[in-house]
Nanobody, 120 residues
């Protein structure tokens, strides 16, 4: 079994910054891809950013240039640095990891979600 534990959400004024962290633990052989998704109020979950084990990143157009995703492979941890936050960034942010287990199976895992609220 694998657990993803998120931290770093909160309330911030527009223009401010927050940094989210997500640490994976458990039966992990390797983490193929890690990323962040978000669910704005009344909307569907959407991809924010992702990063492969080799460091290739992908961003949603709405956050490109403001958010930076990074990971520490030794710590099985992914980070999301969010700068120049806007009220429309308000959402529950979810960590995602595509994990290969020690027995060879590959599964998707999700964190419990952390609230980010940006006030205008």
């Amino acid at each position: 079994q694998v657990q993803l534990v998120e931290s770093g959400g909160g309330l911030v004024q527009a223009g401010g910054s927050l940094r989210l962290s997500c640490a994976a633990s458990g039966s992990i052989f390797s983490i193929n891809r890690m990323g962040w998704y978000r669910r704005p109020p009344g909307k569907q979950r959407e991809l924010v950013a992702s990063i492969t084990s080799g460091g290739t990143t992908n961003y949603a157009d709405s956050v490109n240039g403001r958010f930076t995703i990074s990971r520490d492979n030794a710590k099985n941890t992914v980070y999301l640095q969010m700068n120049s936050l806007k009220p429309e960034d308000t959402a529950v942010y979810y960590c995602h990891a595509l994990i290969t287990h020690t027995m060879g199976s590959i599964e998707n895992y999700w964190g419990q979600g952390t609230q980010v609220t940006v006030s205008s």
